[in-house]
């Protein structure tokens, strides 16, 4: 089921989560590592904001997954290519069998 919210007397439909099992061979502890990166001992602290490259398939994105899991958290992916237009990344309006305009939240939107 789509979630909707009012904003600003706008129905928005947000994204769903994903919810696909993966599971991440963690023989470096590069979780521990990230974990680590994300530890902050005072309130007024701001986390580190780790990077995480590499060649295509090496699993970034399983990776950035199991961390999100780990830690409880809900997991939206957005996939940027060559031709994402900054447009892609906010919210785009859509039109319906019932021919209305309903307005979708990207995951980056939702997930804000």
């Not at 602290?45 to 899991?69: Q, S």
């Amino acid at each position: 089921m789509l979630q909707k919210i009012n904003m600003n007397g706008t129905q928005l439909t947000l994204a769903t989560p994903d919810t696909h099992e993966a599971h991440w061979m963690d023989y470096n502890d590069y979780l521990c590592q990230l974990e680590a990166a994300w530890l902050r001992l005072f309130d007024d602290e701001l986390p580190l904001n780790p990077r995480i490259v590499g060649e295509p398939g090496i699993g970034k994105t399983t990776f950035a997954c199991a961390a999100a899991r780990g830690s409880g958290r809900e997991i939206y992916i957005f996939q940027c290519t060559m031709d994402t237009r900054p447009e892609d990344l906010v919210i785009t309006p859509v039109l319906t069998e019932a021919n209305k305009i309903e307005y979708r939240a990207s995951a980056v939107v939702t997930a804000m």
